[in-house]
């Protein structure tokens, strides 16, 4: 089954794909709109031909890339349906902030990651006793190389 790329107005490609879905066309068999994938929704099809039609209604919808001829395989997108780890870019000894939580707005010094619970221990840098805290990976922030 061919997947086709949809050229969307910037930030609206969920506001896209969700029109894609709510129509009820049996040649269109799956939309996906990748957080990652700026300006472009991935869908599964027939053909090019009901693409194309079900876009004419559709607002910041651009059209097909490279006219409906250009195809995608499952493989090559297989990898926008994989959910990457929050923890993934953090590494022991990092300089993070916490974002969520009790100790919101805090700094802390990454001392142990557990990728298969997604989570990260840190010690709060400005606390008196060194206290270690388990937090969620999209808990915490990164900040800049000037402050590791």
């Known amino acids: 089954m061919p997947i086709f790329a ?15 879905a709510t129509r009820e066309e049996p040649e269109i068999h799956a939309v996906l709109a990748p957080d990652s994938l700026t300006s472009y929704v991935m869908v599964e ?4 031909a009901v693409i194309n039609r079900v876009l004419e209604e559709i607002p910041h919808a651009r059209g097909l ?4 001829q250009a195809t995608s ?5 297989e990898h926008f349906l994989s959910p990457t780890p ?7 000894g990092d300089i993070v902030e ?10 802390a010094r990454v001392q142990r990651i557990d990728e298969t619970k997604d989570q990260v221990t840190v010690e709060l840098y400005e606390a ?9 990976g999209d808990q915490i922030r990164v900040l800049d190389s000037e402050e590791r």
């Open 6 to 20: 949809v050229k969307t107005t910037a930030r609206q490609e969920q506001t896209v794909a969700d029109m894609i």
């Open 45 to 48: 099809a027939d053909n090019n």
């Open 65 to 68: 890339v490279g006219d409906g």
């Open 73 to 77: 395989s499952m493989a090559e997108v």
């Open 86 to 92: 929050d923890v993934e870019g953090i590494a022991e």
């Open 98 to 107: 916490l974002v969520a939580g009790p100790f919101k707005g805090e700094k």
């Open 128 to 136: 008196t006793v060194p206290i270690p805290v388990t937090v969620r």
